[in-house]
């Protein structure tokens, strides 16, 4: 099983959340991994805290897609290793920081 790591930088531009996946700017800030490696994701705040929720999608459920505990929000940053699921597996998280409205993108598992 090999190993990914994925950087999501987390500010605000002009009001609004912007997510910088992997030195490119990303609108949106989806994140698409193997289902076959392990996969971690440190989100980091540019000089901002931030909070993070997420959902299975499309059905909504509330759901915790890291095999560690979440921290106590709001914080400057967070890195995660995404439990091992089934390929096709999508969940929307949701970006928050105080001010500035939330933002949704997803996370995608493929194969």
């Known amino acids: 099983m090999a190993a990914s790591d994925y ?3 987390i500010e605000v531009d002009n009001g609004v959340i912007v997510c910088n996946v992997k030195d490119g700017k990303v609108k949106g800030g989806n994140i698409v991994v193997r289902a076959t490696d392990t996969n ?7 000089g901002v805290q931030f909070g993070l929720s997420f959902v299975s999608f499309p059905d909504g459920a509330t759901e915790w897609p890291f ?3 979440a921290p106590s929000w709001p914080v400057p940053q967070f890195k995660g290793v995404l439990k091992p699921v089934a390929s ?3 969940y929307k998280y949701a970006v928050s920081v105080v ?12 194969k």
Not at 40 to 46: D, E, H, L, S
Not at 99 to 110: H, M, R
Request: aromatic letters at 8%; a negative charge.
């Open 88 to 90: 096709g597996t999508y």
């Open 40 to 46: 971690t994701i440190q989100f980091i705040g540019n």
């Open 67 to 69: 095999v560690d505990a």
């Open 7 to 9: 950087q999501v930088k």
């Open 99 to 110: 001010g500035a409205p939330p933002l949704d993108p997803i996370i995608i598992v493929d």
